[in-house]
């Protein structure tokens, strides 16, 4: 019986990493999410008067608090890998830790990201009226739009778990992630099929089951960082000397 209730059983252990996975979860949707919740605030109840100060003193919060997505990702990623997976250090520690180290280079990807996804959809919408007047250059551009979103979505992929590992400057961030999405191509799309397939279900979740809201980030997370894992270990640089002789934890090599 002292056996079955040890720290050690392996039920326990998996217990309490669905445990961290919730908690990871509902904290990277509190980073995520509070700048859309302003925003919902500011244009769908109507308690704000639309063109005042207060309405785009509103709306500025909500960018700036959205753009969080970014360095949240970054750190959610990052203990996933670390903590959950390779169980080094402390849950909390290690997320903020992340957090703070990539804020800056994280906040602006977010925003880059946020003014492409909001331009995508005021795209999307006019090019979708325009193909379905019957303009043949509407459906042309159209599908050529479609092919952009769908290696933007390669790029967000790799983006934030490239950031979380590597040291580099935004442009090179970019530009790995893009390299590394066409390169991988097969995990790529295999992380594809996980990213909208997620995004469909928090959504449908938010309609039907809002408690799954919370355990899907999780989940597409610790799916994602395996095949992530695997083609990261092409790019990390071999180390001279052991662990013992170094004495640094590499735990990213496992």
């Known amino acids: 019986m002292a056996k079955f209730f040890s720290a050690d059983n392996k039920f326990f252990v998996l217990m309490s990493k669905i445990f961290d996975m919730l908690v990871l979860s509902v904290t990277w949707l509190l980073f995520s999410a509070t700048g859309l919740g302003v925003a919902g605030y500011c244009v769908g109840t109507g308690k704000v008067e639309a063109g005042s100060f207060v309405f785009y003193a ?48 994280g906040v602006i990807l977010g925003f880059i990201y946020e003014v492409l996804t909001v331009l995508a959809i005021i795209d999307f919408f006019y090019l979708w009226e325009t193909s379905a007047s019957g303009s043949k250059m509407g459906g042309m551009m159209l599908g050529a739009f479609l092919v952009l979103v769908v290696f933007t979505i390669f790029s967000v992929i790799y983006v934030f778990p490239i950031l979380s590992r590597f040291t580099v400057t935004i442009k090179n961030l970019i530009k790995w992630a893009f390299f590394m999405s066409i390169r991988h191509i097969g995990w790529t799309l295999l992380m594809t099929v996980l990213f909208v397939g997620s995004g469909v279900l928090m959504y449908l979740s938010f ?48």
């Open 58 to 105: 509103l709306l500025a919060l909500a960018v700036a608090l959205t753009a969080l997505i970014g360095p949240a990702s970054t750190a959610f990623y990052y203990t996933v890998v670390k903590v959950i997976r390779r169980e080094r250090s402390y849950m909390f520690k290690e997320f903020f830790r992340s957090f703070k180290l990539n804020f800056k280079q």
């Open 207 to 254: 309609f039907y089951m809002p408690p799954l809201m919370f355990i899907m980030p999780g989940i597409y997370m610790i799916l994602v960082s395996f095949p992530m894992e695997r083609i990261f270990k092409r790019y990390m640089p071999v180390e001279e000397m052991s662990e013992e002789e170094s004495g640094i934890d590499q735990w990213y090599n496992e």
